[in-house]
């Protein structure tokens, strides 16, 4: 049992973690801040805090639990914000999407109390933000990512995994650099290509007749192109070099596909679809453990 959650980012996943936590029985109060006053109160209101901070230092003053649910490009400006206040043997947590960036910035911040620190990452989300949209379910049977630094305390790395399996998560462990490259190949890029999609349609001379033609394949394939732009804009940025690898990989196999389409092998262009196929048709969401992943780099 934790006496204080430190919430410092009242929006949808952040809020989502105090409901969880509060429905798990393992805090007894919520102290939230965000820069926007008007959202800590509604979050306030919607009974997702207890007290709201009036600012970030203060929102971590006295608790045993802090969880960072800012956007990545604000990591370290809020990491210089509370170090100081952040009380010894506290846990801290961040839910970014990035992870190497995020470890660069603890390291340039944080300092004596970095052993205190679990970079994690849930799998989960929706493309609604806002703490009216938080839900004390948002995390369960959904898989969180830790990535420890060398420093972190091993029981606070554990306290880290026995709170988000309370809450109903599958915790998993990998280094940073094997975090970002793979999540550039199964999240980021894809947020790419369907944000490039939807405009290419979109932005055709006929591509509102298209639009309203359009039926279940492309809203399935196209949903995260409404996902939050400022989020994806950070997201992409920090993770730049990552994903311009994976959109090269994808380049080669369009590419490929295009060739064969252009020589009009009917055979040679169903042998390459067939193996995306079957693969996609076996593949089932977690069965893959990021430790058979690519190496550090």
């Known amino acids: 049992m934790f006496q204080q959650l430190g919430l410092i980012g009242c929006g949808m996943m952040g809020g989502s973690f105090a409901l969880a936590l509060k429905q798990a029985g393992l805090v007894k109060r919520v102290l939230g801040y965000s820069k926007s006053p008007s959202t800590t109160e509604r979050a306030r209101k919607l009974g997702v805090i207890d007290t709201a901070a009036e600012s970030a230092l203060l929102a971590v003053a006295g608790s045993d639990i802090v969880l960072l649910a800012v956007p990545v490009s604000a990591t370290e400006t809020t990491l210089k914000a509370i170090r100081h206040g952040l009380e010894p043997g506290a846990l801290l947590m961040d839910v970014g999407s990035t992870k190497r960036d995020v470890v660069d910035a603890a ?18 989300g929706k493309e609604s933000a806002g703490i009216q949209n938080a839900d004390a379910d948002l995390y369960r049977g959904r898989q969180v990512i830790l990535t420890p630094l060398p420093q972190t305390d091993a029981e606070l790395v554990q306290k880290a995994t026995d709170v988000w399996s309370a809450m109903g998560a599958q915790v998993l462990k990998m280094t940073p650099e094997n975090h970002d490259a793979a999540f550039a190949a199964v999240s980021h890029l894809p947020h790419l290509l369907a944000f490039a999609y939807f405009s290419a349609v979109m932005n055709q001379p006929a591509g509102r007749d298209f639009l309203s033609l359009a039926g279940p394949g492309f809203r399935d394939f196209t949903r995260i192109a409404a996902s939050n732009p400022e989020v994806w804009r950070d997201i ?49 969401m977690g069965s893959l453990r990021p430790g058979a992943g690519p190496s550090p780099r």
């Not at 390291?107 to 989960?124: D, K, Q």
């Not at 990552?242 to 994808?250: A, D, G, I, R």
């Open 236 to 284: 992409l940025v920090a993770n730049r070099e990552e994903v311009l690898k994976q959109s090269q990989l994808f380049r080669h196999a369009l590419d490929a596909l295009e060739l064969v389409m252009r020589s009009g092998n009917a055979e040679a262009l169903e042998d390459l679809i067939r193996g995306p196929s079957e693969g996609r048709a076996t593949w089932q």
């Open 107 to 124: 390291r340039r911040t944080l300092r004596e109390r970095i052993p205190g620190f679990v970079p994690a990452h849930p799998i989960a």
